[in-house]
Each structure stands twice: as structure tokens, then as C-alpha cells.
């Protein structure tokens, strides 16, 4: 299949699969007669599981070790277990993140009475913030 299949079928921009061939995640295609790029069902398939990782949030060094670990079935699967794991806790560190920023988002709007920006809590304590923590802007 050409270029603009492969990204159809697996919803890929061309862009992407370009890139992911520059930085080796996906093996270059043989071409055509006319040098056009010919993808063959491993290219769907290694495409998929990167696209996978990806949305799950797996930094491209993280892919890469993952695809090197897909590639040599009779290795132990024990680092692709760690290398879960460590970005599991990162997921968890940055949901932690996010509860916070709720949190204190939550608490500047609850302080809003309307009217005149001039009075405005937000402001207010958008501004105060770093002064209020010992922070330095």
C-alpha cells in the first residue's frame, strides 16, 4: 500500500509515518517501479503499536525500547515491565498535578462576586499567588 493508505488505515498523519521512518520507530519501505513507498502489513502493524504507545503517553526513547523489545520475542519481557511501571508513576505524579490545579482553580473561582475587574478575586488572586507562597515572579 502507498503512503496516504498506510495513514488512512491507521489513521497516521503522512507527516508522522515520515518522521517515524527518518528516526527508525518504522523501517524504511521498498518503492515502486515509479519510487513511490510500498508498506506492507509488518509497516501496518509496527505503525499501530506505535501510534498505541504514543496515545498512551510513552516518549518516543520509551517506544523505541519497547519496539526493540517486540523485535527479539525470545528476550525476558521484564524491562518492558519497567518501563510501564515508571510511566504508570508518571501518570499518577501528573494526575496529582492536575488534582491540584483543580483544586486551586476551583478556590479562585469560588472566591468570584462579579462585577468590575477592578474587584475582581481572580485577578486578585492570580496576582497575589507567588507573593503569598514566598515565590518570586
Given at each position: 500500500m502507498k503512503i496516504g493508505e498506510l495513514s488512512k488505515v491507521t489513521g497516521t498523519n503522512i507527516e508522522t509515518v515520515?518522521?517515524?521512518?527518518?528516526?527508525?520507530?518504522?523501517?524504511?519501505?521498498?518503492?515502486?517501479?515509479?519510487n513511490y513507498r510500498s508498506y506492507g502489513e509488518p509497516h501496518r502493524s509496527r505503525l499501530a503499536f506505535v501510534r498505541h504507545s504514543r496515545e498512551l503517553g510513552f516518549a518516543i526513547e520509551e517506544v523505541r525500547?519497547?519496539?526493540?523489545?517486540?523485535?527479539?520475542?525470545?528476550?525476558?519481557?521484564?524491562e518492558a515491565d519497567r518501563i510501564a511501571t515508571r510511566h504508570l508513576a508518571q501518570v499518577e505524579e501528573?494526575?496529582?498535578?492536575?488534582?491540584?490545579?483543580r483544586d486551586e482553580l476551583?478556590?479562585?473561582?469560588?472566591?468570584?462576586?462579579?462585577?468590575?475587574?477592578?474587584?475582581?478575586?481572580?485577578?486578585?488572586?492570580l496576582g497575589d499567588h507567588g507573593i503569598c507562597n514566598g515565590e518570586h515572579a
Open positions: 515520515r518522521y517515524y521512518e527518518r528516526i527508525g520507530l518504522l523501517p524504511k519501505p521498498a518503492r515502486t517501479a515509479g525500547s519497547l519496539l526493540d523489545l517486540a523485535d527479539h520475542p525470545e528476550r525476558e519481557c521484564s501528573k494526575i496529582g498535578q492536575l488534582v491540584t490545579l476551583s478556590r479562585i473561582i469560588g472566591r468570584c462576586r462579579g462585577g468590575l475587574a477592578a474587584d475582581c478575586r481572580v485577578i486578585e488572586a
